[in-house]
Every structure is written in structure tokens, then in C-alpha cells.
């Protein structure tokens, strides 16, 4: 069956994601740790996703170069997360042991939203990431997505088949996309009068990033149902798909950094402006299955007969080439540093779009840095809203002149055992 490429391509970016990494917020120990209320901490290459201003600012090495455990041998930057499970939910429902009741699954079916369960496994790993002095460089394999299954599965699986209800599978999607991404970014001190008389000093950045498109799927349209009677079964399903493989593409970040004064500072940037990615290089194509049949108990022995001969349209055709688009979003950072060793931050992230497990929803984060030693930081941090909800981080490391080694642990949904999801990031710094 045609479909067969579409379902290859699904399952080859869950692959990429599950190896290689989440676009946009570039995440890392510290930005993890602090919840991403990070925007006027970021420093070095870190700056590229955040804000390319503060390249132009106090802080940035003359040269730095980050890495997993050795250069160019990168370890995976994780984010999980899902809208419903989470281990106290699974050990008060599922693990006990016990009897359940049909009072109980209807329990438990309402931790799920009327709209399925939603899955975000976002996963990150950056190949090079180099800065010299105002300039700063990355390579990086990336993937973005978004995976929902509908409600009635689950009611099918606390419950069974009830006869004469239909199992609706329509709130089934698919879209993810993989890309390598090569940025490269500046930053440097400028002068606007309008601003001069309230910071002390102000920076512009701007990073140009090419995309290199990996692979594309989605669902276009997807309707199905399965019904069960005493004596048959109906199929009936709808689905049209588009899949892609090798794209190119690009995006643009920009921002204004500033130190207002000694103790606070303040950054605002627009980043994946214009981003997009245009499929079709190697291949790009629509799928097109439906079908629709009942299936008496008599036929249940020849049941791969009857669907083959159910199938009503099973076909791909070539599309040339498509757009998917690379979502763009808002950062507004904050940051005041209360001691010489203790530092408030706050991040606003603002999409503009809803796809590619992206949200209208703004997400606010807050967070503090306390440095026991000069070379041993603690850091914490709180965050609301976006598609995370709630997320709250921790982290610490050994901060040294040349060397920075860095931990960050995070939980997405709620905290300890309420927790949807969980994020976790280890780094190295060499800089001088």
C-alpha cells in the first residue's frame, strides 16, 4: 500500500527525534535549570535561539567551544512530556493491583482531555557550538512535532467494544518535522538616542540560520471510526497526508540587548522570522487511503481479505514541493542582580502560530542563580502557561575561568510524582 511511505517516513523522524532534537528554544543545562527564564543570561554560542544581542555585551568570552562529554561528540538535551500521565496517576490507578471498578475507569478516563492524549517528546542535540568574541556558531540536528491520540482508544481499553457505539478516531494527528540547522550570529554595541538617556549601554544582534530539511509528515485530514455490533464490525476511514524528504530553507532571529543600569538588564528579540522550510528535494508527496466495510463473524478467519478488498483509494502522487512552516516566537527577558553572587532572571515566550507543537499561549518564566562559591552556582526556576503549563527546574555546576561544566533537571505538568514530563541537559564549556 502507498500509505506504507507515510507511515516509513512517521516512524524515521520519531527515530531522528528520539536521537537528535527539539527547534527553536535552544535548550541547555542552565536554561533547563532556570525553567528558560534564561533570555539575558545566554552568553557565547548559547545566545543563538535566545537573543544574538547580547553577543554585544559584557560576559562573552574571546572564545568559548561547547560540547557533550568530548568535542563533537554531542549528548542529547531531553524534554518528555505528555498532557495526562504522570507517576502518581499510574501508581494510584494502574500499579496497585487491585480491582477496578467502573467508578474508577471513569476516574481515571477524565485525567485524559476531551481532545486524546498529546505527546511532546523534545529532544535536542547540538553537533559544533563555537563563539569568537561577537561572533557566534552552530550546527545542530533538530526535530519538531507534535502526536495526539484520541480519547476513545482509551476508553476502548478501560471499557472493551460497546456495541453500537462508534470508537472515534478523528483527534488522531500526526506532524513532525526534522532539520539540521547552521546558524552563525553577531551582536555589537549601538547608539539610539531615543534610548541613550535610559540604559547604560545597548546592544543589536542578528543570526542567520539555514535549514536543511531531513524529513516531513503530517496529517492533512484524518476521519475514521470503528463500530462493533453483536454480530459484525464497521471500518470506516478517511486519511490524507502529505510526507517529504530533503528541504531547504531559513530563518532569522534579531534582538536589542541592554544593561539598564549596574544591577538590572533587559533584552527583547523576534527569532525564526521568515522561518520556513520547502520540501521536495529528494521527494515530496500527497497519501490518499480510505476505506469502509462491515465485517460479519463469519469472515473473521479471512479478515485480511476483507479489509484488502474494503480499501476504497490507496494512492500517492507527487506534489513537487511544499512549505512547512519554522514557528516563530517572541522573547522578552528581564533581569536584575540583587547581590554580586545572587541574580534574579524572567523570560516571556510568545508564539505566533499552533503547529509544530507550538502555542499561542505565552509562557512566563522566573528564576535565581545564587553562586556559593565563585566557581559553584545554584540555580532554580518556575514557569506558567506555553504548552509545558507548569515546569519548574534545578541545576548546578562547576564554573571555573576556562572550563564550565554544567547539570540542569527539570519537571514539566507539576512536581515529583505529579509531574507530566520531565527535562534533563548536560554541558561543557571550554572559554578563554
Avoid at 134 to 162: C, D, Q, Y
Wanted: aromatic share 14%; with cysteine; charged share 15%.
Amino acid at each position: 500500500m502507498n500509505k506504507l511511505k507515510f507511515t516509513i517516513t512517521v516512524f524515521a523522524i520519531v527515530i531522528v527525534l528520539s536521537v537528535s532534537g527539539f527547534a527553536q528554544l535552544y535548550i541547555n543545562p542552565s536554561s533547563i535549570a532556570l525553567a528558560d527564564a534564561y533570555s539575558t543570561k545566554a552568553r557565547g554560542a548559547h545566545v543563538i535561539g535566545w537573543n544574538p544581542a547580547n553577543l554585544g555585551l559584557a560576559g562573552n568570552p574571546g572564545f568559548s567551544m561547547n560540547f557533550g562529554l568530548i568535542p563533537l561528540t554531542p549528548i542529547p538535551s531531553i524534554q518528555i512530556s505528555n498532557s495526562s500521565l504522570s507517576p502518581f496517576m499510574l501508581n494510584d490507578h494502574f500499579f496497585t493491583g487491585g480491582y477496578l471498578t467502573d467508578k474508577d475507569k471513569e476516574e481515571l478516563l477524565d485525567y485524559f482531555p476531551d481532545d486524546g492524549l498529546h505527546i511532546n517528546p523534545l529532544i535536542q542535540m547540538r553537533i559544533l557550538e563555537m563563539s569568537f568574541g561577537r561572533w557566534a556558531f552552530s550546527i545542530g540536528a533538530e526535530a519538531t512535532g507534535a502526536l495526539a491520540l484520541p480519547k476513545s482508544l482509551f476508553h476502548l481499553v478501560f471499557f472493551g467494544n460497546e456495541f453500537n457505539k462508534p470508537i472515534d478516531l478523528s483527534d488522531t494527528n500526526v506532524e513532525m518535522q526534522s532539520v539540521v540547522t547552521v546558524a552563525l550570529a553577531h551582536g555589537r554595541e549601538v547608539t539610539i538616542p531615543v534610548l541613550s538617556d535610559y540604559v547604560e549601554k545597548l546592544s543589536a544582534g542578528a543570526a542567520i540560520k539555514a535549514l536543511i530539511g531531513v524529513g516531513y509528515a503530517g496529517f492533512d485530514r484524518m476521519q475514521g471510526s470503528i463500530t462493533t455490533y453483536q454480530d459484525r464490525i464497521r471500518f470506516d476511514g478517511d486519511m490524507e497526508a502529505t510526507y517529504g524528504a530533503g528541504g531547504l530553507g531559513m530563518a532569522l532571529d534579531i534582538g536589542l540587548a541592554a544593561n539598564i543600569n549596574k544591577k538590572m538588564a533587559a533584552n527583547v528579540s523576534i527569532n525564526n522570522l521568515f522561518g520556513y522550510v520547502k520540501w521536495g528535494k529528494i521527494e515530496a508527496e500527497k497519501v490518499e487511503y480510505s476505506l469502509f466495510t462491515e465485517v460479519f463473524s463469519e469472515d473473521f478467519s479471512d479478515i485480511d481479505s476483507v479489509m484488502d478488498a474494503a480499501v476504497q483509494t490507496d494512492t500517492s502522487y507527487s506534489v513537487g514541493e511544499f512549505t512547512s512552516n519554522y514557528p516563530t516566537y517572541l522573547l522578552m527577558g528581564f533581569q536584575y542582580d540583587v547581590l554580586e553572587n545572587f541574580s534574579l532572571y524572567s523570560t516571556l515566550k510568545q508564539y505566533f502560530s499552533e503547529d509544530l507543537a507550538a502555542t499561542r499561549i505565552p509562557k512566563i518564566s522566573v528564576g535565581a542563580e545564587y553562586e556559593i562559591l565563585p566557581f559553584l552556582p545554584v540555580r532554580f526556576g518556575f514557569a506558567f502557561g506555553g504548552i509545558e503549563s507548569f515546569q519548574w527546574g534545578c541545576g548546578t555546576g562547576l564554573n571555573f575561568r576556562s572550563y564550565v561544566l554544567d547539570i540542569g533537571f527539570s519537571q514539566i505538568g507539576g512536581m515529583f510524582n505529579h509531574a507530566t514530563g520531565f527535562a534533563f541537559s548536560f554541558g561543557q564549556s571550554i572559554r578563554f
